[in-house]
């Protein structure tokens, strides 16, 4: 293990390296023939009205890897665990970029995610269950699956305006680190596994941003979402095992920690996770195929409103996530778990009904309009 002067310095190295290979990247996507070979071209469901170059989240993965191969070296996480991860992450990326370049029908990118899922969920319930062998680690990563795969394809169906995807996971991304640690007595490992975790990663959506918020010439892309959607999930299930082997050692586990474990996962994402998730619901409802495009999700429709740009709506969705992410973070603090939770429940359920209304009725009068 390293100084704590050493380890800050690494730190700073990893944020620029990637930002500086993020910056070739974007380069490349932007000024070289490779523009052309991965151009997204507007269609009903899009924002945007200009032809821009896709794929600019094609080498986050380059950036996860790095990490967990640090993060194995360091001995915090098991080799056979984090290379595991750094082959996900690539086949997760691999899958978006093939799809960003040619297509592929939503059968086989489903498929490939679920294979890709399916793998990690039963090396993550070996590993874990060789520490604690008892159900609720069963429910957890049968609780993870389903989560990982929904969030994946949330962020990206929720891919279609600048920055949007990027700034929500970096405010989910700080909100579970802060309330993990703050949930946590002994700190000091997980102080430095998340800070080598999100560091390379957030210095490469940082480089990216530049050129799609200011400059707006290229897009994440495919295999930028779903790189993002898996690595969110992926880091949730990692701190709530830091919060899990507390709670065990304390005694503290019961048959509900799974369903808290799982509805922090989702408040902690819930603008993205709720929006996406109330629209197949309220399309389902009114017989709507749920593959057709459109452009109601909540952040469209406020984009769309007189006064307001994408850069204002991605910054008002990224602090109203990040601010309640922190306002229930305090609150888990002065309750006891058992009322936190319930009034986490009771804000998720409110606002489900409320979201499925409102798309059904947008739905609806998208239907009208075009009749």
Same mark, same amino acid.
């Given at each position: 293990?390293?100084?704590?002067?050493?380890?800050?310095?690494?730190?700073?190295?990893?944020?620029?390296?990637?930002?500086?290979?993020?910056?070739?990247?974007?380069?490349?996507?932007?000024?070289?023939?490779?523009?052309?070979?991965?151009?997204?071209?507007?269609?009903?469901?899009?924002?945007?009205?200009?032809?821009?170059?896709?794929?600019?989240?094609?080498?986050?993965?380059?950036?996860?890897?790095?990490?967990?191969?640090?993060?194995?070296?360091?001995?915090?996480?098991?080799?056979?665990?984090?290379?595991?991860?750094?082959?996900?992450?690539?086949?997760?990326?691999?899958?978006?970029?093939?799809?960003?370049?040619?297509?592929?029908?939503?059968?086989?990118?489903?498929?490939?995610?679920?294979?890709?899922?399916?793998?990690?969920?039963?090396? #993550?319930?070996? /590993? $874990?269950? %060789?520490?604690? *062998?008892?159900? !609720?680690? &069963?429910? @957890?990563?049968?609780?993870?699956?389903?989560?990982?795969?929904?969030?994946?394809?949330?962020?990206?169906?929720?891919?279609?305006?600048?920055?949007?995807?990027?700034?929500?996971?970096?405010?989910?991304?700080?909100?579970?680190?802060?309330?993990?640690?703050?949930?946590?007595?002994?700190?000091?490992?997980?102080?430095?596994?998340?800070?080598?975790?999100?560091?390379?990663?957030?210095?490469?959506?940082?480089?990216?941003?530049?050129?799609?918020?200011?400059?707006?010439?290229?897009?994440?892309?495919?295999?930028?979402?779903? #790189?993002?959607? /898996? $690595?969110? %999930?992926?880091? *949730?299930?990692? !701190?709530? &095992?830091? @919060?899990?082997?507390?709670?065990?050692?304390?005694?503290?586990?019961?048959?509900?920690?799974?369903?808290?474990?799982?509805?922090?996962?989702?408040?902690?994402?819930?603008?993205?996770?709720?929006?996406?998730?109330?629209?197949?619901?309220?399309?389902?409802?009114?017989?709507?195929?749920?593959?057709?495009?459109?452009?109601?999700?909540?952040?469209?429709?406020?984009?769309?409103?007189?006064?307001?740009?994408?850069?204002?709506?991605?910054?008002?969705?990224?602090?109203?996530?990040?601010?309640?992410?922190?306002?229930?973070? #305090?609150?888990?603090?002065?309750?006891?778990?058992?009322?936190?939770? !319930?009034?986490?429940?009771?804000?998720?359920?409110?606002?489900?009904?409320?979201?499925?209304?409102?798309?059904?009725?947008?739905?609806?009068?998208?239907?009208?309009?075009?009749?």
């Amino acid at each position: 293990m390293q100084s704590q002067e050493n380890f800050i310095y690494l730190l700073l190295v990893l944020f620029f390296v990637c930002g500086v290979m993020q910056e070739i990247w974007n380069f490349l996507l932007s000024k070289t023939k490779l523009k052309k070979l991965i151009i997204d071209i507007p269609n009903n469901r899009s924002s945007h009205t200009i032809p821009t170059a896709r794929g600019g989240g094609a080498i986050f993965f380059l950036f996860a890897s790095f990490s967990f191969i640090i993060l194995a070296m360091q001995k915090l996480l098991p080799w056979h665990i984090s290379l595991l991860l750094c082959i996900s992450s690539c086949f997760i990326s691999l899958v978006g970029f093939i799809d960003d370049i040619k297509g592929l029908t939503a059968k086989k990118r489903f498929l490939s995610q679920i294979l890709c899922i399916l793998l990690n969920s039963f090396i #993550f319930y070996m /590993f $874990f269950s %060789s520490i604690y *062998f008892e159900y !609720s680690i &069963f429910v @957890i990563i049968i609780f993870w699956f389903i989560f990982s795969l929904s969030l994946i394809n949330f962020y990206n169906f929720a891919d279609g305006i600048n920055g949007y995807i990027s700034f929500q996971f970096i405010a989910s991304t700080i909100s579970i680190i802060i309330f993990s640690y703050q949930s946590l007595q002994i700190k000091s490992n997980f102080i430095l596994t998340f800070s080598i975790i999100s560091i390379p990663t957030l210095g490469g959506i940082i480089f990216f941003l530049r050129r799609n918020i200011i400059k707006r010439n290229i897009f994440l892309g495919d295999t930028g979402s779903t #790189f993002l959607g /898996f $690595f969110l %999930s992926t880091i *949730f299930l990692l !701190s709530s &095992f830091y @919060i899990f082997n507390e709670q065990k050692t304390n005694n503290l586990i019961n048959h509900l920690t799974p369903f808290y474990i799982l509805m922090t996962w989702i408040f902690f994402s819930h603008i993205i996770f709720l929006d996406c998730a109330t629209m197949i619901l309220a399309k389902l409802i009114t017989k709507i195929p749920i593959n057709k495009a459109h452009k109601l999700h909540i952040y469209q429709i406020i984009s769309r409103k007189k006064g307001f740009t994408h850069f204002k709506t991605t910054i008002l969705f990224f602090s109203l996530q990040l601010m309640l992410n922190l306002i229930f973070s #305090f609150i888990a603090k002065n309750v006891n778990i058992f009322n936190f939770f !319930s009034l986490i429940f009771l804000y998720l359920t409110i606002l489900t009904i409320f979201l499925t209304k409102y798309h059904i009725k947008s739905l609806k009068n998208q239907i009208e309009s075009i009749s």
